[in-house]
């Protein structure tokens, strides 16, 4: 599976992004996905993931109620839209796939990643 996520920017704070993240390879929707972050000096962290069947969907306490998770199996893509952005969001946005038909919430359970797209939130 090759993944590359898109969308990244400059933003203000309070203002929105929506990150895409496009999939080709083996069949995409036997993969949970999910999207991590990692900001500088700091480990990469888990944000949101999604089931296979985009049923099921899991956010990090931090982001809960302000981004949202979705994915289209027929595009092969996974979105994440992103509102209310702080100055603490800004890092380096990465999608991944999971060999797996259930989420997951740590990298190691990852097995494919995108490049990664830079968020910055200014304030």
């Known amino acids: 599976v090759q993944l590359q996520a898109s969308g990244g920017g400059l933003v203000q704070a309070g203002g929105s992004l929506r990150l895409s993240c496009a999939a080709s390879?083996?069949?995409?929707?036997?993969?949970?996905m999910g999207w991590f972050r990692q900001a500088p000096g700091k480990e990469r962290e888990f944000v949101s993931a999604?089931?296979?069947?985009?049923?099921?969907?899991y956010y990090a306490v931090a982001v809960k109620g302000r981004f949202t998770i979705s994915r289209d199996i027929a595009k092969n893509t996974v979105t994440l839209q992103m509102n209310s952005l702080k100055p603490e969001d800004t890092a380096v946005y990465y999608c991944?796939?999971?060999?797996?038909?259930?989420?997951?919430?740590?990298?190691?359970?990852?097995?494919?990643w995108g490049q990664g797209t830079l968020v910055t939130v200014s304030s």
């Open positions: 991944a796939a999971r060999s797996s038909q259930s989420m997951g919430i740590y990298v190691r359970e990852y097995d494919y």
């Open positions: 390879g083996r069949t995409f929707s036997s993969y949970a």
């Open positions: 999604i089931s296979w069947s985009g049923g099921r969907t």
